[in-house]
């Protein structure tokens, strides 16, 4: 028993403790830099999808409605909004493509009825999104996504009126 | 003391064990949280890339005059009827050409008739690594 006592050094305790500290702090700076670098990620997906989703979603109902010069700029309750019109049925229909309260939104109504851009559908969180016109037939959109990251894009108008 | 150095000899093992399985286990980590930035910054560029070709490709397909219009919107590239060359800063912000971290560089492939072909080549100026590549071709209309 006083043989096993005498054995025993302080040593034999602080140096397992130290090196489990060593390797807690060690895991707890891994982890910290993996979640910096997920959260870095993370972020920059989220902005490069949110500019992406919205002038890829533009330039898609471009094409898709691009017929008889069906595009045009216009200002509904004091908001700049990019509208597309087309026949169905032979009945007009004009979409509405606006940035309200923060949202991009997207207005399908029949060209006759009253518009209210507060009904409109939501698309994506947005800042600000602008449409200019930049030639006959050039069309430029810009937008401002909710981190400020400005994208822009430029689309030509192939059909004639 | 022959007990004594076998139980060290013992907790010295456990501990190199350890530290390599700790060490191995980091190293995969970090290389992959660095390959995780590299493929999102990737994306990024490749993003933009296409973005500011399809730019270029409407600019291009617009009216008769489209070396014009590149001028108009780009007043720091090289345009040529031959080739231009847009140089972008690493922000891709249009820019001169000693600014220059990416380029894109549009080629006519081909002039029949009433109708024109582009080939559009998004590039890293420093290594020439090809981010995005795309054709585009324009038609002419006949006019009365």
Known sequence: MKLKTSNRHMIDIVFPLTLFFVFAASALIALILAANLYGNTADRLQINDQGRTVLSYVSEKVRQSDTGGSMEISEVEGIPCFTLSAEYNNTGYTTYIYEYDGMLKELFIRSNAQVSLEDGMDITEIRSFSVNKKGDNLYQFTAIDSQGNESSLLISERSEP | ?144
């Open chain 2, 1 to 144: 003391m022959k007990r004594v150095s076998s139980r060290s000899s013992l907790l010295l093992i456990e501990i190199i064990i350890a530290i390599l399985i700790f060490s191995v286990a980091s190293a995969i980590c970090l290389q992959l949280f660095a390959k995780s930035h590299t493929l999102s910054k990737q994306t990024e560029e490749l993003d933009i890339a296409v973005r500011e070709a399809v730019s270029v490709s409407a600019l291009l397909t617009d009216g008769d005059a489209p070396e014009e219009n590149l001028a108009r919107f780009y007043p720091y590239a090289d345009i040529t009827s031959d080739s231009s060359v847009i140089y972008y800063d690493a922000a891709f912000q249009p820019c001169e050409r000693q600014q220059s971290y990416f380029q894109m560089n549009i080629l006519p492939s081909s002039r029949q008739d009433r109708i024109r072909a582009y080939t559009i080549t998004v590039c890293k100026d420093s290594n020439r690594t090809t981010i995005y590549r795309m054709e585009t071709t324009s038609y002419e209309p006949l006019r009365p």
